[in-house]
């Protein structure tokens, strides 16, 4: 995986046995985008792109707080200047 970001989450997640104290993010791809632009709603698009570009699981990005939500969406944001909506639901 080529590594285009790094968080250190402020409040670790626990699931089961694992804690993630940070994600690790991937540069996004068209496959991404166009898998984004089924889905209605900033806060679902945010979790999904969490989800696909870092690897964590769904029970992962659910629990994430919201201050280091916050600060992936400020990075997440990055990689998106520049690109107009593509007319999605």
């Known amino acids: 995986m080529s590594v285009a970001a790094k968080v250190d989450l402020k409040y670790p997640v626990s699931v089961g046995e694992e804690t993630i104290t940070?994600?690790?993010f991937k540069r996004p791809k068209v496959k991404h985008l166009r898998e984004m632009d089924?889905?209605?709603g900033d806060i679902a698009?945010?979790?999904a792109m969490i989800?696909?570009?870092?690897g964590v699981s769904p029970a992962v990005a659910a629990n994430i707080d919201a201050v280091d939500f916050a600060k992936i969406s400020e990075v997440l944001a990055v990689f998106f200047v520049g690109i107009q909506p593509t007319g999605g639901k």
């Not at 989800?51 to 870092?54: C, K, Q, T, V």
């Open 45 to 47: 698009v945010t979790e």
């Open 38 to 40: 089924a889905i209605d």
């Open 22 to 24: 940070e994600l690790v």
């Open 51 to 54: 989800i696909a570009l870092s």
